[in-house]
C-alpha cells in the first residue's frame, strides 16, 4: 500500500467540483483526507454533496484507504483546523499592531520633544522683542 501523504488530490480520479472542494477546504493529500468522516467532508466543507463524497470514496478505496469511521466528536476537523490558523493569524496582527503602536509612541515622545522646544523658543523670541520695544520707547 502506498504511503497515503505521498498521494495528492490532484491524482486521484474524482471529479472537478470534489477536488476544487477540498482545496478549498485544504486537503491537499489522501492523508488530509483520512483524517475526515463521510459526515464531517458532507457537512464542513462547501460545495462537496453526495457525489463528490461517493466519487472520493470509490477513488480512495480503490487504493486501499477508507475515510474515518464516525466517532461521536463533536467538533469538525476543519473547523477546529480553521479556528487554530485564524488564532494564528489573529495573534500575527496582534504582534504587529503592538509593533507600530510602540513606533506611534516613539514617535509621539519625539514630537512632544520638538513642541517643547518650540515652546521654549517662542519665549525666549517674545522676552526679546518686549526687550526690544522698551528699548525703542
Same mark, same amino acid.
Given at each position: 500500500?502506498?504511503?497515503?501523504?505521498?498521494?495528492?488530490?490532484?491524482?486521484?480520479?474524482?471529479?472537478?467540483?470534489?477536488?476544487?472542494?477540498?482545496?478549498?477546504?485544504?486537503i491537499?493529500?489522501?492523508?488530509?483526507?483520512?483524517?475526515?468522516?463521510?459526515?464531517?467532508?458532507?457537512?464542513?466543507?462547501? @460545495?462537496?454533496? /453526495?457525489?463528490? #463524497?461517493?466519487?472520493?470514496? +470509490?477513488?480512495?478505496?480503490?487504493?486501499?484507504?477508507? $475515510?474515518? &469511521?464516525?466517532?461521536?466528536?463533536?467538533?469538525?476537523?476543519?473547523?477546529?483546523?480553521?479556528?487554530?490558523?485564524?488564532?494564528?493569524?489573529?495573534?500575527?496582527?496582534l504582534?504587529?499592531?503592538?509593533?507600530?503602536?510602540?513606533?506611534? @509612541?516613539?514617535? /509621539?515622545?519625539? #514630537?512632544?520633544?520638538?513642541? +517643547?522646544?518650540?515652546?521654549?523658543?517662542?519665549?525666549? $523670541?517674545t &522676552?526679546?522683542?518686549?526687550?526690544?520695544?522698551?528699548?525703542?520707547?
Amino acid at each position: 500500500m502506498t504511503d497515503a501523504a505521498l498521494i495528492t488530490i490532484s491524482e486521484l480520479p474524482i471529479t472537478n467540483r470534489a477536488r476544487n472542494a477540498l482545496a478549498v477546504a485544504n486537503i491537499r493529500t489522501v492523508a488530509d483526507l483520512l483524517h475526515y468522516t463521510p459526515t464531517q467532508l458532507l457537512a464542513g466543507v462547501s @460545495e462537496f454533496g /453526495n457525489t463528490s #463524497l461517493k466519487s472520493v470514496e +470509490e477513488a480512495i478505496e480503490a487504493r486501499g484507504f477508507q $475515510l474515518k &469511521t464516525e466517532t461521536s466528536r463533536p467538533m469538525r476537523v476543519s473547523r477546529a483546523d480553521h479556528l487554530i490558523k485564524h488564532t494564528a493569524d489573529l495573534a500575527e496582527d496582534l504582534r504587529a499592531l503592538r509593533e507600530k503602536n510602540a513606533d506611534l @509612541e516613539e514617535d /509621539n515622545k519625539r #514630537l512632544l520633544r520638538a513642541l +517643547e522646544v518650540s515652546r521654549q523658543q517662542i519665549a525666549t $523670541l517674545t &522676552t526679546t522683542i518686549k526687550n526690544n520695544q522698551k528699548e525703542r520707547a
